[in-house]
């Protein structure tokens, strides 16, 4: 349960963030229409079809795609090579960033 809950939480304020702090950037907490919009964007800019901003959005989210592909490849090889505790180095990496972090208050 409390998992759970704390994947909830988690995923709840990785939307949060990318919706308030990083609008200018990708979504990375909705991949499946991230990767949607980008197959639509291509097609059209294969086609001759697209406008400069179709095309600044292909730019925009490719990065986070191939991000996204190349983590995902890295954990299923990460937990076929050393089970659960693969996870240790995401978290690792976690905590080291959040130390880093200087603490932000609202204004």
């Known amino acids: 349960m409390a998992a759970g809950l704390f994947g909830a939480a ?3 304020a990785h939307s949060a ?3 308030l702090l990083l ?3 990708a979504p990375t907490s909705m991949m499946t229409g991230n990767v949607t919009q980008v197959v639509i964007d291509t ?5 001759g079809a697209a406008d400069g901003a179709t095309r600044e959005r292909c730019v925009k989210f490719f990065w986070p795609l191939l991000g996204f592909a190349a983590g995902a ?10 089970g659960f505790a693969a996870l240790a180095v995401p978290l690792a990496i976690l905590l080291v960033l959040i ?3 200087p603490a932000r208050l609202p204004a």
Not at 43 to 47: G, T
Not at 75 to 82: C, G, H
């Open 99 to 101: 130390a880093l972090e």
């Open 43 to 47: 097609v059209d800019v294969l086609r």
């Open 10 to 12: 988690g995923m709840g």
């Open 23 to 25: 609008a200018h950037l």
């Open 73 to 82: 490849i890295l954990a299923a090889f990460a937990y076929l090579a050393v």
């Open 17 to 19: 963030i990318s919706r």
